[in-house]
């Protein structure tokens, strides 16, 4: 009797251990460790890079987002040559579900897409001396603390619209250097990004004005004469309703093509540009 009972607690000791050892170690198991290890894996926005000193690194900033077709013509050519972009973009242009898409992919699609502040009209739908004025400070300021909310952007890179000023942790440039609003984002922890180049639109026409050969020569010569704000490192602006043609998607395929031949060429989101790296 006793050696019937010592094997039955042993039989059943076994089964124990073995379903023990089933559920710590199973197919479901191993799969959710990798989810969790890939989730854990993926950068978030503004985690910090390490600058190559013999690199250039290129910010391609696209603004007033969502635009379509020319913002998903964008946002294609950049997905399909594997470049990283930041979209500046703006909350009164999201309307309907189609544009909330757009923006809910771009905002998905960190690290190659950074989704950034454009302010929620846009200035007041372009009526730069009002949305500046000092009158309007407080209005401005809560119009960017809108588009935040409602586009749900990670983080705090604003674009003024139509003005290129620049400010970070207290050093503030540019035409709005001395503006209430410009030193009200500043000190509420936000970075201003400017631009370095620009590439236009036509005058009355949806279309880009610069050539891609004269583009691509202004930007080999601001980096050859240091011409840019910070060393190494170039803010471009367009803007993504000059690419709804065919003709035009193609010459920006072109422009990427051309500077990934070059081996130093870098491109990035603006969460790492130094002076918004810079704590």
Not at 241 to 249: D, S
């Given at each position: 009797?006793?050696?019937?009972?010592?094997?039955?607690?042993t039989?059943?000791?076994?089964?124990?251990?073995?379903?023990?050892?089933?559920?710590?170690?199973?197919p479901?198991?191993d799969?959710?460790?990798?989810?969790?290890?890939?989730?854990?894996?993926?950068?978030?926005?503004?985690?910090p890079?390490?600058?190559?000193?013999?690199?250039?690194?290129?910010?391609l900033?696209?603004?007033?987002?969502?635009q379509?077709?020319?913002?998903?013509?964008?946002?294609?050519?950049f997905?399909?040559?594997n470049?990283?972009?930041?979209?500046f973009?703006?909350?009164?242009?999201?309307?309907?579900?189609?544009?909330?898409?757009?923006?809910?992919?771009?905002r998905?699609?960190y690290?190659?897409?950074?989704?950034?502040?454009?302010?929620?009209?846009?200035?007041?739908?372009?009526?730069?001396?009002?949305?500046?004025?000092p009158?309007?400070?407080?209005?401005?300021?809560?119009?960017?603390?809108?588009n935040e909310?409602?586009l749900?952007?990670?983080?705090?890179?604003i674009?003024?619209?139509?003005?290129n000023?620049?400010?970070?942790?207290?050093?503030i440039?540019?035409?709005?250097?001395?503006n209430?609003?410009?030193?009200?984002l500043?000190?509420?922890?936000?970075k201003?990004?400017?631009w370095?180049?620009?590439?236009?639109?036509?005058?009355?026409?949806?279309?880009?004005?610069?050539?891609v050969?004269?583009i691509?020569?202004t930007?080999?010569?601001?980096?050859?004469n240091?011409?840019?704000?910070?060393?190494?490192?170039?803010?471009?602006?367009?803007?993504?309703?000059l690419?709804?043609?065919?003709?035009?998607?193609d010459?920006?395929?072109r422009?990427?093509?051309?500077?990934?031949?070059?081996?130093?060429?870098?491109f990035?989101t603006?969460?790492h540009?130094?002076?918004?790296?810079k704590?």
């Amino acid at each position: 009797m006793n050696l019937l009972k010592m094997i039955a607690n042993t039989g059943l000791s076994v089964l124990v251990f073995a379903a023990a050892t089933g559920c710590n170690n199973g197919p479901s198991s191993d799969k959710k460790a990798d989810s969790a290890n890939a989730a854990s894996a993926k950068p978030t926005p503004g985690t910090p890079i390490k600058y190559d000193s013999s690199k250039r690194y290129i910010y391609l900033t696209w603004d007033d987002s969502p635009q379509p077709p020319g913002t998903v013509n964008c946002k294609n050519i950049f997905k399909e040559e594997n470049i990283k972009v930041t979209f500046f973009s703006v909350g009164f242009n999201q309307v309907g579900p189609q544009k909330k898409r757009l923006i809910d992919s771009i905002r998905a699609g960190y690290p190659q897409f950074l989704l950034a502040n454009h302010s929620f009209t846009h200035g007041f739908r372009d009526k730069y001396g009002t949305f500046y004025s000092p009158a309007m400070t407080d209005s401005a300021f809560n119009d960017f603390i809108k588009n935040e909310r409602d586009l749900k952007i990670p983080v705090k890179i604003i674009r003024l619209p139509g003005n290129n000023t620049w400010a970070s942790n207290g050093v503030i440039e540019g035409q709005k250097k001395d503006n209430a609003l410009v030193k009200k984002l500043d000190a509420a922890g936000y970075k201003i990004i400017g631009w370095d180049l620009e590439w236009h639109q036509q005058a009355k026409a949806k279309a880009p004005k610069e050539s891609v050969n004269e583009i691509l020569a202004t930007i080999n010569n601001m980096f050859d004469n240091e011409g840019t704000r910070e060393a190494r490192s170039i803010v471009i602006l367009s803007h993504d309703r000059l690419f709804e043609k065919q003709q035009y998607a193609d010459s920006l395929r072109r422009f990427i093509t051309e500077l990934k031949k070059d081996p130093r060429n870098v491109f990035e989101t603006l969460d790492h540009y130094p002076t918004v790296q810079k704590k």
